[in-house]
């Protein structure tokens, strides 16, 4: 399916180093405000109280968030589970306060909402458990980041794996960066949020880098540079496809997902823009630094196809 035409192919790696430049002036506030501020740690990570509450009839998600809120909790994470009349509460730790405390002081205030508000169950989560997953956490992220490096060094070459990579990272900390900056909560659904983003970015990657190595095989005299703006361009039409339609089921999680998938979905929001953008103009330009050039990819003579208009023409192949 093809919506876009583009007959001519676009410069893009002509201004590469400018968009890269601004890509590691972003990339530098990202690391900066990660140390200066650090990460707003959900429940899961930093220790605290789970409640499991029952209702007789279904419970209104909005108004047992609202009446938490008024307590002095205003970042609490509500949400079904099971059905839809249980309701799990996970509260921060308060200083001066330990669970039962927290607990009964909640029970009352969702009594007040609801009188056949029961509670059925608390659970201390404390900071060694929070600590474990702070570092699983990072030790998923070092081996999905290892297994693509190894992936793509042997479908392609060594100098595309660590592009791709360090273009990966570069989504990573940006949005790591945004969730620091402004303070959002930064809580298990956010981490597979992440590691999400790295697969997709990484699909990105390999497609243009694919058509790469395609177009180094089918025109012998294009320079490296053209070679890199004509697979951009070739798939121009896919990536909007794509990455719109995909941008389209995350924004209705956003708006209509609740408090629950809120950063959830924001945080791929994020990945996926910056997942487009680093593939196309990071990690391709990244790649042409390296030099990489035919020799890596293509072992023998050029390939020519049927239909092909002789492996010369740099704007031939630049519709999907």
């Not at 243009?208 to 190595?213: E, G, L, P």
């Amino acid at each position: 399916m093809e919506f876009f035409r583009i007959h001519k192919t676009i410069p893009f790696m002509r201004h590469a180093l400018v968009l890269n430049i601004i890509s590691f002036a972003t990339f530098a506030l990202a690391l900066f405000f990660l140390f200066h501020r650090g990460l707003h740690l959900s429940v899961e990570f930093t220790g605290g109280t789970v409640m499991e509450v029952a209702y007789e009839q279904s419970a209104d998600i909005g108004k047992v968030r609202e009446a938490v809120t008024k307590l002095g909790y205003p970042e609490v994470q509500v949400q079904n589970y099971g059905t839809s009349r249980d309701v799990q509460i996970r509260l921060p730790t308060q200083k001066g306060m330990n669970s039962d405390q927290q607990s009964a002081q909640v029970m009352q205030a969702l009594k007040s909402v609801d009188p056949s508000a029961t509670q059925r169950g608390i659970e201390v989560v404390g900071p060694q458990v929070g600590d474990e997953l702070t570092s699983n956490g990072i030790k998923a992220l070092a081996m999905v980041v290892i297994g693509i490096m190894i992936y793509l060094a042997f479908r392609f070459e060594w100098k595309f794996a660590l592009s791709t990579v360090l273009a990966n990272l570069h989504d990573v900390v940006i949005i790591l960066g945004f969730f620091a900056f402004f303070q959002w909560e930064f809580s298990l659904a956010v981490l597979a949020a992440v590691l999400a983003v790295l697969g997709y970015s990484v699909n990105e990657s390999v497609v243009i880098f694919d058509r790469v190595r395609e177009n180094f095989r089918r025109y012998r005299k294009m320079t490296t540079t053209e070679v890199i703006d004509n697979a951009i361009t070739s798939t121009i039409s896919r990536t909007i496809i794509t990455h719109g339609s995909t941008q389209l089921v995350v924004l209705s999680m956003f708006f209509f997902g609740g408090p629950t998938l809120h950063y959830f979905a924001l945080a791929l929001t994020i990945g996926i823009c910056f997942g487009i953008y680093s593939s196309c103009f990071v990690a391709a330009a990244i790649a042409m630094w390296l030099g990489v050039k035919r020799e890596d990819l293509i072992k023998g003579p050029p390939v020519k196809r049927d239909g092909d208009p002789g492996g010369d023409d740099p704007n031939a192949g630049a519709v999907v």
